[in-house]
């Protein structure tokens, strides 16, 4: 495979959280006693008598989250991983049990003896999934599910689902506060919202990418999984004034023949780079040595011209990585001369 220009990843998005929010062990003690928390989330309301202290999240981004707020020592088991942990949070996740790479036994997590249970997908918490939320609150586990997950989003179907409208950071915004709230630790939160706020500026000023075609490819080289208008690379794309050449489509991850997606030619290729082996292609260097040996995709112009911006998989979830995917995609416009 000839060599390829990748764009060079911004400064982790932990770092500026971490000094925010100093997390690490024995940073988050119990506050004292408050009253009850409740929450509308997801066509459920959770109920949360007093602040976790054996919470386990079954998704990684909100494990991320959860350690962005100095909350390593509140929980008792993750699962569920795509990629390595925000850089910045190795220490703090390492001082959490990894239940599963994938998506744990409903026995499984009960031996974790959990106070409290979040997961970034309707269907991690649903039928088919780790367990339906009505199995862990009948047993008194209060359960979250990304509002991002189920704002504008319908599920039925049998794919990722597809939205009516396109989602926003904010949705984001108000995950961090909720569980912030859910912890007790709501100044945290605040403080993490506003780096990622100050982030979203920084990375965006002076960008006009308008002229300019992205396409968002996650995983699967044989039936591709390509983003849809608007899930979080939505969010990413109208951040930086580009278009997604899939605009057109409002389902979250629709799978689209290689023929098709050459024929819409996008400037510049946002790669999901995966460290996981549930699909075919998962990491960056097996998709493009793909896009650059098939004889339908080698003619591309983002392939001809090499321009290829990596992100993680959490950075093409909605999550307080979605920000670092802003960040690696106007860094990618720049170094490509793409932004104005």
């Known amino acids: 495979m000839p060599f390829a220009r990748f764009a060079r990843p911004a400064v982790p998005l932990a770092v500026a959280a971490l000094t925010l929010t100093g997390c690490g062990s024995g940073s988050s003690a119990a506050p004292a006693a408050r009253a009850a928390v409740s ?34 020592d509140r929980m008792a088991g993750t699962a569920t991983w795509t990629d390595p942990v925000m850089k910045g949070l190795e220490k703090a996740n390492r001082g959490v049990e990894r239940i599963a790479d994938n998506n744990p036994s409903f026995e499984r997590v009960l031996d974790a003896e959990p106070d409290f249970v979040a997961a970034s997908f309707v269907s991690t918490l649903g039928k088919g999934g780790v367990a339906t939320r009505d199995q862990f609150e009948r047993l008194g586990v209060p359960t979250y599910v990304s509002p991002s997950d189920c704002a504008g989003k319908d599920n039925s179907g049998d794919g990722d689902g597809s939205r009516a409208k396109p ?55 044989e039936s591709p999984y390509m983003a849809g208008c608007c899930g979080a690379p939505g ?5 930086l004034g580009a278009g997604n050449v899939f605009d057109d489509t409002h389902e979250e991850w629709p799978q689209i023949n290689w023929e098709t997606v050459a024929d819409r030619d996008p400037d510049l290729l946002v790669i999901g780079d995966l460290t996981r082996e549930s699909q075919t292609a998962e990491s960056a260097e097996q998709k493009i040595a793909f896009l650059e040996s098939n004889p339908v995709t080698r003619n591309m112009t983002a392939v001809k011209n090499k321009r290829y911006v990596l992100l993680s998989g959490q950075a093409m979830n909605p999550t307080v990585r979605t920000v670092e995917g802003v960040e690696q995609v106007a860094a990618g416009l720049r170094e490509f001369g793409l932004a104005g």
């Open 235 to 239: 969010i990413i794309t109208r951040a």
């Open 39 to 72: 929450l509308a989330n997801c066509g459920h309301t959770v109920r949360v008598e007093s602040p976790p202290k054996r919470a386990v999240s079954l998704n990684q981004g909100t494990t991320e989250i959860m350690l962005s707020l100095g909350l390593a």
């Open 167 to 221: 989602l926003t950071i904010d949705t984001v915004y108000g995950e961090v506060r909720d569980l912030a709230k859910v912890f007790g630790v709501q100044q945290r939160g605040e403080k993490l919202i506003a780096s990622l706020e100050k982030r979203m500026t920084t990375a965006t000023s002076g960008i006009d990418a308008s002229d300019v075609t992205l396409l968002y490819w996650f995983a699967n080289s």
